[in-house]
C-alpha cells in the first residue's frame, strides 16, 4: 500500500512556463514533508521542505503548498527552465525526519 | 566531509557471494539512512541509525541483510548470499538532525549476475 503516492509518472512544460507536480499521501500522521529532484546516475537533491504547521514555503523559483486537510502537496516550479528537467520525489515522514517515505516521482521535461 | 561518501560506485557479485558497502555521512550529521532503489522505481527505506546507533530498521530484510555504524569508521551495509533480486540501487543519506533534510550520496549499483 502506497502511503506517497505522485500520481504524475511524467509532465512536460514549456521553458518559461509554470511547472506544477502534485503528491498525495494517505497517513495524516506524516508531519514533515520533502521534494528531491534527481538527474540519472545520480543521488536525490534536496530542493524545499515544509512542516505540516505552515501551508507555504517558498525558496527562489520553487514554492511547496501543503493542504492537509486534502493530504496534498505540490510543488511548483516558476520560472521553469530546462536544467529543471529530472526526476521529482515527494517525500514525508513522521516525527521529522525518523524515516522517509518516498513517492514514486515524476519526470519533468521543460522544453525550449 | 560535505558530502555523503559511498563506495563503491558500481559492485558485481555472483549469486550467493557476499556484498559490502560502504557510507560516510556528512560530518557532524547524526542520523544515517539506507535507501534501496530498484529498476529506477521508489525508494525503499531499509534502515537509520542515530550515531552508532539503530533507530528504526523496519524496512530491513531479516535475512542477509545487516549494518552498522561504528565511530570514527564509515557506515556500512552488507548482504549475505546475494539474490538476483538484490540488484539494486542502495543509497546512503544523511541528516544533522531528526528537523532537518537528509541528504544523500551518489549511491552505489550492486548488480547480483
Known amino acids: 500500500d502506497q502511503q506517497v503516492k505522485q500520481n504524475s509518472p511524467s509532465l512536460s512544460v514549456q521553458e518559461g512556463r509554470i511547472s506544477i507536480l502534485n503528491c498525495d499521501y494517505t497517513n495524516s500522521m506524516f508531519d514533515y514533508f520533502l521534494w528531491y529532484k534527481k538527474y540519472p546516475a545520480e543521488g536525490p537533491t534536496f530542493l524545499i521542505s515544509i512542516s505540516s504547521i505552515k501551508d507555504k514555503n517558498e525558496d527562489g523559483r520553487f514554492t511547496v503548498f501543503l493542504n492537509k486537510s486534502a493530504k496534498h502537496l505540490s510543488l511548483h516550479i516558476v520560472p521553469s527552465q530546462p536544467g529543471d528537467s529530472a526526476v521529482y520525489f515527494c517525500a514525508a515522514s513522521l516525527n521529522y525526519g525518523q524515516n522517509f517515505v518516498f513517492g514514486p516521482g515524476t519526470r519533468l521535461s521543460v522544453l525550449p | 566531509g560535505e558530502e555523503v561518501a559511498q563506495t563503491p560506485k558500481h559492485l558485481v557479485r555472483g549469486e550467493g557471494q557476499k556484498a559490502k558497502l560502504y557510507c560516510a555521512p556528512i560530518?557532524?550529521?547524526?542520523?544515517v539512512f539506507w535507501y534501496q532503489q530498484v529498476l529506477k522505481n521508489e525508494f525503499k527505506f531499509l534502515i537509520s541509525f542515530q550515531n552508532e546507533n539503530v533507530f528504526d530498521e523496519t524496512g530491513m530484510p531479516k535475512e542477509r541483510f545487516s549494518a552498522k555504524c561504528l565511530p570514527n569508521s564509515p557506515c556500512s551495509l552488507e548482504i549475505q548470499a546475494t539474490k538476483l533480486e538484490d540488484s539494486a540501487v542502495y543509497f546512503c543519506?544523511?541528516?544533522?538532525?531528526?528537523?532537518?533534510?537528509?541528504?544523500f550520496g551518489q549511491g552505489t549499483r550492486l548488480t547480483v549476475v
Open positions: 560530518k557532524g550529521h547524526s542520523y
Open positions: 543519506a544523511s541528516s544533522q538532525s531528526r528537523q532537518t533534510e537528509a541528504f
